[in-house]
Protein backbone atom coordinates (compact mmCIF):
# COMPACT_ATOMS: atom_id res chain seq x y z
CA UNK A 1 0.00 0.00 0.00
CA UNK A 2 1.33 3.48 -0.54
CA UNK A 3 0.11 6.49 0.33
CA UNK A 4 0.44 10.53 -0.27
CA UNK A 5 0.51 11.67 3.95
CA UNK A 6 3.87 13.50 3.60
CA UNK A 7 2.37 15.37 0.54
CA UNK A 8 -1.06 15.92 2.03
CA UNK A 9 0.55 16.99 4.88
CA UNK A 10 3.38 19.38 3.16
CA UNK A 11 0.02 20.91 1.48
CA UNK A 12 -1.58 21.55 4.44
CA UNK A 13 1.67 22.60 6.22
CA UNK A 14 1.35 20.80 9.33
CA UNK A 15 4.03 18.57 10.88
CA UNK A 16 3.56 14.96 11.77
CA UNK A 17 3.49 15.91 15.50
CA UNK A 18 0.29 18.25 14.65
CA UNK A 19 -1.53 15.80 12.54
CA UNK A 20 -0.50 13.08 15.08
CA UNK A 21 -2.83 15.03 17.82
CA UNK A 22 -5.60 16.18 15.82
CA UNK A 23 -6.45 12.43 14.37
CA UNK A 24 -5.12 10.67 18.02
CA UNK A 25 -2.26 8.74 17.32
CA UNK A 26 1.29 9.16 18.10
CA UNK A 27 3.86 11.03 16.07
CA UNK A 28 5.45 7.70 15.32
CA UNK A 29 2.22 6.17 13.44
CA UNK A 30 2.02 9.04 11.34
CA UNK A 31 5.87 8.33 10.55
CA UNK A 32 5.47 4.54 10.52
CA UNK A 33 2.77 5.36 7.27
CA UNK A 34 4.16 7.92 5.68
CA UNK A 35 7.27 5.21 5.60
CA UNK A 36 4.66 2.47 4.52
CA UNK A 37 5.48 0.68 7.80
CA UNK A 38 2.26 0.51 9.16
CA UNK A 39 -0.95 -0.12 7.13
CA UNK A 40 -3.84 1.97 8.92
CA UNK A 41 -6.71 0.75 10.04
CA UNK A 42 -10.61 1.75 8.61
CA UNK A 43 -11.30 4.00 11.14
CA UNK A 44 -7.65 5.44 11.19
CA UNK A 45 -8.33 5.97 7.55
CA UNK A 46 -11.20 7.62 7.71
CA UNK A 47 -9.98 9.99 10.26
CA UNK A 48 -7.54 11.14 7.98
CA UNK A 49 -9.95 11.38 5.30
CA UNK A 50 -12.16 13.55 7.27
CA UNK A 51 -9.07 15.66 8.13
CA UNK A 52 -7.79 16.14 4.38
CA UNK A 53 -11.09 16.81 3.30
CA UNK A 54 -10.56 14.03 0.55
CA UNK A 55 -11.61 10.41 -0.28
CA UNK A 56 -9.68 7.71 1.66
CA UNK A 57 -8.79 6.52 -2.09
CA UNK A 58 -6.92 9.70 -2.36
CA UNK A 59 -4.92 8.82 0.10
CA UNK A 60 -4.05 5.34 0.11
CA UNK A 61 -3.85 2.97 -2.91
CA UNK A 62 -2.65 -0.61 -3.69
CA UNK A 63 0.52 -1.18 -5.24
CA UNK A 64 0.61 -2.96 -8.58
CA UNK A 65 1.09 -6.99 -7.65
CA UNK A 66 1.98 -9.06 -10.16
Known amino acids: ?????????????????????????????INAMENSKYIPSTLLALKLARFFEIEVSAIFSLEATD
Open 1 to 29: MTNNLKVLRAIKNVSQEELSKKIDVSRQT
